[in-house]
């Protein structure tokens, strides 16, 4: 009876108070996005297609963000009925994943609950998310990021790391500080060159009740970093430390790890420059020992080569080997004026970026448990990667813009994808990506693509067409056609077509035909990702 | 019977409280949130201003082709639009560790004039609700968004251009 | 879907052999793992040259006695040693041990009635005043004529997956460490088992549909990858071999709910198998309970990729504990119990012909008891089958 008569009052004054909350209510805001991925499954066995039992398959998520003044709380619902093929089975069911409340005052930010942060480069700390792939590493607890002077970024944090629907068993907490040497002291301020310094320190506790090892049950990292600029010049250098952290991905040694990261960087109008080092060994690092593929990483490792975003010249992803790898990149930006004799009439643009990573020099160690050992001066004799790509953007006229890219690359398929023996790919892939502007607002897009190899599966050739209405509609067709492959049975085309509607912030894309498989590999444990046929269909909002 | 009553004095409630929100058709408004300069200075959002100007706010990464067209297409018209609306083109890198420190190399190699900023741990990105990039925001004079839209294909920045006029006053 | 992944495994049924201990204290019958352990600190060197465990008469579970030996050379140094038994340490003896030979010494140590399996540990500390010391334990597992928890280890492997055998060598570490008290089976599913189409290598067919869908059943898609008694930890059914250890001694300090005893009968030149399973429920459970009894074929030597091996490609790999065929070809185990009451007992017999293809000095039949709805096992027991 009390109960009824306490809601009753309640509606009452909602009815009453109307005025009341529109008035508290007016400073604050409701926004969020949502996505949906959901693709039907039609089993195909020529491209070794599995049979999906629940033939349709789908991802959403909805992100609401509430703020008011200095405070701001959001969720995050996720919904895996099931997940689809390629993601892990653990994405199961619906519920929320996310969710956080964040006070900010001059000073002094705190957020409890759900948040993304990184350390530096992210060597010893990065937290973040990709829902493309299934990655979520989001902290469960608490956040503080404290500023207590001009130049002086302080923060620190406890939690636990999102597994799935759930968290991992391991404790993390970590603290990090940043200074600007030039906000500090006002006398640098004025100087050309500013000198930014950081350090980090990160443990993970984990319970040890294995009856045959002894493992360490804290596990700390840390991490110091300096960021030099000068003009248009640029160092910014980054060392870490791990203690003993014997894992699945490092097969339980008690090695300490280290990795350290060194980019040059120099930028003037017209003009990029980047020089990157690393060296990486034995620095995986998670607060479940016994995890692997993408599971609580407390750290991350950024891959040195440049980034692919064409169909071909992803066949062969380099990832990050964590046990240990050494490498260089570099990369050039150049935009020839317009009106010279290399640049045209509107401008030529080119880009060169190689990379080249190796293993890293190991030799036994005088104790089995330590692994291995290792020399900094030495350089590992396996290559893990090379790539050369060559980018030259070119605006031929109003209506046509090209873009031809050449890229070589050398992948070692025996380490990144765990498949001893096979040889390592010598690939080279000619792109010609062309837009053809029909008036102001119909376009076609062509791109067509080949990728020529004597390992693997050889030859793939691949078009595609774009036609795109703006600012409405777009429709494309490609087709990847494995026509080199020894075995005449592996020729297949993979047919695809999608049609796009876009309105603002909304977009909603549907898509028919098949995607070919892939296999991811990382530390210890491989993951193979099914071919597919089918419909797919993919919703996206910002509201 | 308790339970009707109980249902229908929670919708009313829901109802009234939420109507203030329904009624709110307000856009967004640039929140305060920590970025870096390609400098490595902290820059926070609140100062994202323009005098009471128009502003984008493209959100892009170095990898991402329809982001890298789009501020090409625009860059090629920039000046034009600025002395037109005094319009200005915030670009936010979500770029990581792994490409964030070709950001400055690339936007200088590409003669771009934007403010560029980097954004390497996605909390603007969340803070505005962007999924994929790119995703471009106009914000308006009292620096609230007026529209947005992801994606990009040759000829929307005319359109964007006749959003930005429109919000300009021009 | 449990009872989709009840349908992939019929009832394995282990035969429970009928010497499974002698005496209260391991004769024969038990598991003596290699547990020599070497410490070596400054010039000290030493090992366990012996140990045995002597116990009273059959029926007096209550004390046990052990003597061991500890060589040593280099100087005169002293050792402590203590031990102990299912966590009741003995009192420190202190020696001084000569360089010269063996060193014995013999102390008994008081145990609680009616244990179980127990873990026996030797602590021993070597010192030789200031320069150096060195510790180490040894691990032995006696077997009392008690019924034990066992628990059951699923490992997910394929021939063609290079981090597999380092899963297959943590079972073998756990299983000489658990002795009768962990079941392991090895179960060939995915994409690393497929065998090869050409060539000479990886040519056999380990797979089976019913390993296959057991596989998909819990979603394993990176191998190697194992589940101990399809019992959750940290939220997953599956754990990657680092985590075999702690899942399996945390699950061991339970005392067992039933009991299984298998019997097997098997004609050599018929190649007929007959076995009985007896489940004897220890204490009354509720819920629905299944039985599932699997043939296993143990210590089959094929290819094996194994990263830890030069040359990766190893021909003669023994593949331990291979799962061959679910017995009675039901998918869902067969129900046996609603609520058992304690001590209520139930027994079921299945016959099959062997393949020519198993050797049958070699094969072992694996049962487990399990909760019909989440799966999670209660016992498992296994048997040989030529006694």
Not at chain 1, 10 to 22: D, Q, T
Request: charged share 20%.
């Amino acid at each position: 009876m009390i109960r009824k008569l306490i809601i009753f009052c309640l509606a009452g004054s909602g009815l009453m108070g109307n005025s009341l909350f529109a008035q508290i209510l007016n400073n604050t805001g409701v926004h969020g996005n949502f996505e949906l991925n959901a693709q039907y499954y039609d089993p195909d066995s020529a491209i070794g297609a599995p049979v999906v039992p629940e033939k349709m398959l789908s991802n959403g998520f909805a992100n609401i963000l509430i703020t008011n003044g200095r405070f701001t709380a959001g969720i995050r619902y996720e919904s895996y009925l099931n997940a689809l093929q390629g993601f892990d089975p653990r994405y199961t069911g619906s519920g929320i994943t996310y969710r956080y409340a964040t006070y900010t005052s001059d000073e002094l930010e705190v957020t409890v609950g759900n948040f993304y942060d990184q350390f530096g480069n992210g060597l010893v700390f990065r937290s973040y998310e990709e829902r493309s792939l299934g990655y979520d590493n989001a902290m469960d607890g608490i956040r503080l990021r404290y500023n207590p002077l001009a130049g002086v970024y302080l923060k620190g944090f406890i939690g636990k790391q999102r597994s799935y629907f759930s968290v991992g068993p391991g404790i993390v907490r970590g603290i990090d500080g940043e200074f600007n040497t030039a906000e500090i002291f006002k006398s640098l301020a004025d100087k050309k060159t500013r000198v930014i310094l950081g350090g980090s320190f990160v443990s993970k506790f984990q319970k040890d009740d294995d009856p045959l090892l002894n493992l360490p049950e804290n596990v700390g990292a840390y991490a110091a970093r300096i960021n030099l600029l000068h003009g248009g010049f640029s160092i910014n250098a980054e060392y870490a430390y791990k203690y003993n952290d014997p894992s699945t991905v490092n097969n339980l040694i008690y090695k300490y790890g280290d990795a350290i990261y060194v980019q040059l960087a120099y930028a003037a109008k017209g003009l990029g420059l980047t020089l990157s080092g690393k060296r990486i060994d034995n620095m995986n690092f998670r607060s479940d020992r016994s995890a692997a593929v993408q599971d609580l990483n407390i750290n991350f490792l950024p891959a040195l080569p440049k980034t692919q975003t064409y169909r071909l010249a992803t066949v062969y992803p380099y990832a990050t080997q964590p046990n240990g790898e050494e490498g260089i990149n570099a990369e050039l930006f150049y935009t020839f004026k317009a009106k010279t004799p290399l640049g045209g009439r509107y401008g030529t643009g080119i880009s060169i970026n190689t990379s080249a990573i190796n293993s890293i020099f190991t030799s036994p160690a005088s104790n089995d448990t330590l692994g291995y050992e290792t020399d900094y001066l030495k350089l590992g004799d396996v290559t893990y990667y090379r790539d050369l790509n060559v980018e030259i953007t070119k605006k031929v006229n109003q209506s046509w813009k090209l873009i031809l890219t050449y890229i070589f690359q050398e992948y070692n398929k025996d380490v990144v994808e765990g498949k001893p023996g096979v040889q390592n790919v010598h690939a080279h892939i000619g792109i010609a990506d062309i837009t053809y502007k029909i008036n102001t607002k119909n376009s076609i897009r062509a791109e067509l693509q080949h990728l020529a190899t004597k390992q693997d599966h050889q030859d793939w050739a691949m078009a595609m067409l774009e036609y795109t209405i703006s600012p409405h509609w777009f429709f494309s067709v490609y087709d990847e056609y494995n026509y080199g492959n020894e075995i005449k049975d592996d020729r297949i085309h993979f047919l695809n077509a999608a049609l796009g509607y876009t309105r603002k912030a909304n977009r909603i894309t549907l898509g028919y035909g098949r995607q070919r498989a892939g296999l991811l590999c990382v530390g210890g444990v491989c993951r193979f990702v099914p071919a597919s046929n089918g419909v797919t269909l993919s919703i996206t909002s910002t509201f | 019977m308790k339970n009707v009553f109980l249902l229908i004095s929670a919708s009313l409630l829901l109802i009234f409280i939420s109507q203030p929100l329904w009624a709110q058709e307000k856009g967004q408004k640039i929140p305060s949130i920590k970025v870096k300069t390609l400098n490595g200075q902290m820059f926070d959002t609140d100062s994202i201003v323009n005098d009471g100007k128009p502003i984008i706010i493209s959100f892009w990464a170095t990898w991402c082709k329809p982001c890298v067209t789009e501020l090409n297409a625009i860059a090629e018209n920039y000046a034009e639009w600025q002395e037109q609306t005094g319009v200005r083109l915030v670009a936010i890198s979500i770029d990581d560790a792994r490409t964030a420190g070709s950001v400055k190399p690339f936007a200088s190699g590409k003669n771009w004039e934007y403010d560029i900023y980097l954004d390497t741990n996605g909390d603007f990105k969340r803070a505005m609700n962007v999924n994929t990039v790119p995703h471009t925001f106009l914000i308006s004079s009292s620096r609230e968004v007026i529209s947005q839209h992801t994606t990009f294909a040759p000829g929307d920045e005319e359109k964007l251009f006749e959003e930005v006029k429109k919000a300009a006053g021009k | 879907m449990k009872k989709l992944i009840m349908l992939l495994f019929p009832v394995a049924i282990a035969i429970q052999s009928c010497d499974k201990v002698e005496g209260p204290y391991g004769e024969g019958g038990v598991p003596a793992p290699d547990n020599s352990v070497t410490i070596n600190t400054g010039t000290i060197t030493g090992s366990i040259l012996d140990y045995s465990v002597v116990g009273a008469t059959e029926s007096d579970t209550s004390f046990l006695e052990a003597k061991w030996f500890y060589l040593e050379s280099g100087d005169t140094s002293y050792a402590a040693i203590i031990f102990e038994w299912n966590g009741v340490k003995s009192d420190s003896l202190e020696l001084s041990v000569s360089p010269a030979g063996p060193v014995h010494f013999d102390d008994t140590l008081s145990i609680a009635a009616g244990s179980p399996y127990g873990t026996l540990i030797f602590h021993y500390i070597a010192d030789i005043g200031a320069t150096a010391t060195g510790t180490g334990t040894v691990i032995v597992t006696v077997a009392t004529n008690q019924a034990a928890r066992t628990v059951l280890l699923v490992d997910f492997t394929g021939q063609q997956c290079i981090y597999c055998p380092r899963g297959a060598r943590k079972a073998t570490e756990l299983e000489n460490l658990y002795g009768e008290q962990l079941i392991g089976i090895a179960v060939h599913a995915g994409s690393f088992a497929i065998p090869a189409t050409s060539g000479n290598m990886y040519t056999y067919d380990f797979r089976t549909p019913e390993a296959t869908q057991l596989a998909t059943e819990l979603g394993v898609q990176s191998y190697p990858n194992g589940s101990i008694n399809f019992k959750k930890v940290n939220n997953n059914i599956l754990q990657l071999y680092p985590a075999w250890g702690s899942a399996i001694a945390n699950l061991l300090q339970l005392p067992p709910h039933a009991d299984i005893t298998i019997t097997n009968s098997y004609d050599e030149t018929a190649r007929q198998l007959t076995t009985t399973i007896k489940t004897d429920f220890i204490k009354s459970l509720t819920g629905n309970f299944n039985l599932a009894v699997y043939l296993i074929e143990d210590n089959i030597v094929n290819w094996q990729k194994d990263a830890d091996a030069i040359p990766v490609d190893n021909p003669n790999y023994v593949h331990r504990h291979v799962f061959r065929k679910s017995f009675n070809g039901l998918y869902e185990g067969e129900f046996i119990a609603a609520s058992p009451a304690q001590n209520s007992s139930v027994e079921k017999q299945y016959s099959l012909t062997l393949s020519n293809e198993y050797n049958d000095d070699h094969c072992e039949v694996v049962a487990f008891v399990f909760y019909e709805n989440t799966m999670e096992v209660v016992q498992a027991a296994r048997m040989k089958i030529g006694n």
